[in-house]
C-alpha cells in the first residue's frame, strides 16, 4: 500500500499531525504498536497551553474541550514561607487551559472515527526503511501478517522508547540528558480540588503539587525517592505526607479520598539532536522529555506537530523551505521549555545532596520572584506557552 505520510505512534502528537494533514488534503496514516483501550488508559497532564488548544480547534476536536475545560489565569507557588500567585492574563494577557490529556486522546480518535482516517493498532514489529532515500517505507505486521507501507515523508511520534530516534545513525544524532535524582508519585482522586488554581509547593520534606481534571477529580503528586515503590505508600500517608507539605491554611481546606489511581514517575531531561533525517522527522517524546514541573511535555508535542504540519502540507503545495529548517525551528523551542522546567524543577525540589548553600539560593530566588513583576513575568510568559 501507498500513503504521502506515515505517523509512527498514535498517541495525541500522532493523531493530531494525522488530522491537521488530512484537513489540508494530505493523505497520512497511523501506525500504534498498542491497542486503543491501552492509550486511553494512559493517566498524563492536562495543563494546555493556547498554541495547543488553537491547534485542537483547528483540527476540529475543540468542542468538548471548550465546553468542560477549565481556564486558570494564574498558579500559585509556595515555597520558603512566602505564597505568590503569578497572574497569567494580567502578565501576559493569556491563560492556560486544563483538560486531561485522556480526553485530548479520546477526542482526536473520535474526529479520526468519523472522518475515516486511517489508523493500524497493534502494529508490531515497525521497521524504517530507506529514510535517507527519495523512496522511504515502513514494515510492520498487523493481524499475523507482514505489511509494507511506500510513502513520501515519515514522522516519527512514538515517543523515547520507539524506532523512530533509533533509526537515525549514532554518528549523526547527538543527545543531551540530565536524570534527577528523585521521581513523582502521582494519584488520582474523586475529590474536590485544593484550590481554583494549580498549587506548586516547595518544603524541606520535598515537592507537592496539587492539580486537577475537573471540579471533581484531583490529580496530587510529591516528590519522593527513586527507591521508592508504590505499594509502600497507602492513601492515608499520602495525604497525611501531602498536608505536610502544604502552607496550614491550605492543608487545612485538602479534601481527602480513595485513590483510583496511583503510580511514580521518575524526571528526566532529554534532548535528541537533530529531529530529522533524510524524509524522516522527529516529533515529541521521540526527540524530547522534559521533567513534568512545567507543564511542558505534550504542549512541546503540540509545537513539534504545529511546525511539522505547516511544513509538510507546504511542501505538497511546491514549496520544501520549512521541511529543510523543521529541526532547527522546532529545537528553538525546545531547548527553551526544556529550560523552563529544568528551572522550575530546580526552584521548587529538595537535592539532599547538594545541601544548605542550594536551599539558601531558593529561598533568595522565591523571595525575588516575590518582589519583582519582571520575574513574574518571565514566568507567566513561559508557563502559558512561548509563541510558535
Known amino acids: 500500500m501507498r500513503h504521502q505520510v506515515v505517523i509512527i505512534g498514535g498517541g495525541p502528537s500522532g493523531l493530531l499531525l494525522s488530522l491537521l494533514l488530512r484537513r489540508k488534503g494530505v493523505d497520512a496514516v ?27 480547534r483547528e483540527a ?35 491563560s492556560v487551559t486544563i483538560y486531561g490529556q485522556t480526553e485530548v486522546t479520546r477526542d482526536l480518535y473520535d474526529e479520526l472515527d468519523r472522518t475515516g482516517a486511517p489508523i493500524f493498532h497493534e502494529a508490531e514489529g515497525v521497521e524504517i526503511h530507506g529514510a535517507d532515500s527519495d523512496a522511504p517505507y515502513v514494515t510492520f505486521t498487523h493481524n499475523g501478517k507482514g505489511q509494507r507501507i ?18 537515525i545513525p549514532e554518528g549523526t544524532r547527538r543527545e543531551y540528558e540530565h536524570v534527577y535524582p528523585f521521581g ?10 485544593l484550590h481554583e488554581e494549580l498549587v506548586y509547593a ?8 496539587c492539580s486537577m481534571r475537573n471540579a471533581q477529580l484531583s490529580r496530587h503528586y510529591l516528590q519522593v525517592p527513586l527507591t521508592d515503590k508504590v505499594e509502600a505508600w497507602s492513601d492515608d500517608l499520602f495525604w497525611d505526607e501531602l498536608r505536610r507539605r502544604l502552607p496550614a491554611e491550605l492543608a487545612d481546606t485538602l479534601e481527602t479520598g480513595p485513590s483510583i489511581e496511583k503510580s511514580i514517575a521518575p524526571l528526566r531531561s532529554f534532548i535528541s539532536e537533530p529531529m530529522s533525517w533524510g524524509r524522516l522527522y522527529l516529533a515529541g517524546d521521540a526527540a524530547h522529555i522534559v521533567p513534568p514541573t512545567g507543564a511542558k511535555g505534550l504542549n512541546l508535542a503540540a509545537s513539534d506537530v504545529y511546525y511539522l504540519s505547516r511544513a509538510l502540507i507546504a511542501r505538497y503545495a511546491g514549496d520544501d523551505g520549512l521541511l529543510k529548517t523543521y529541526s532547527a525551528t522546532a529545537l528553538a ?7 523552563f522546567s529544568w528551572s522550575m524543577t530546580r526552584m521548587l525540589h529538595t537535592f539532599p545532596a547538594e ?4 536551599r539558601r539560593m531558593q529561598a533568595s530566588e522565591i523571595d525575588y520572584l516575590a518582589g519583582s513583576k519582571a520575574a513574574q513575568t518571565a514566568l507567566a510568559e513561559n ?6
Not at 513523582?184 to 480540588?193: A, C, F, R
Open 30 to 56: 497511523v501506525l500504534e504498536q498498542r491497542t486503543r483501550d491501552y492509550v486511553l488508559a494512559r493517566i498524563r497532564a492536562g495543563v494546555l497551553e493556547q498554541g495547543l488548544c488553537d491547534l485542537l
Open 60 to 94: 476540529g476536536v475543540g468542542k468538548r474541550l471548550d465546553a468542560e475545560g477549565f481556564v486558570h489565569d494564574g498558579t500559585l507557588i509556595t515555597a520558603h514561607g512566602q505564597t505568590v500567585h503569578i497572574d497569567f492574563k494580567a502578565l501576559t494577557g493569556s
Open 150 to 167: 511506500d510513502c513520501d515523508y515519515i514522522a516519527g511520534c512514538d515517543g523515547f522508547h520507539g524506532v523512530s530516534r533509533r533509526t
Open 184 to 193: 513523582w508519585l502521582g494519584i488520582l482522586s474523586e475529590t474536590k480540588p
Open 202 to 209: 516547595g518544603s524541606d520534606r520535598g515537592f507537592a503539587l
Open 333 to 339: 523551542r525546545v531547548w527553551k521549555a526544556s529550560r
Open 355 to 358: 545541601g544548605d548553600f542550594l
Open 383 to 388: 508557563y502559558v506557552g512561548l509563541p510558535y
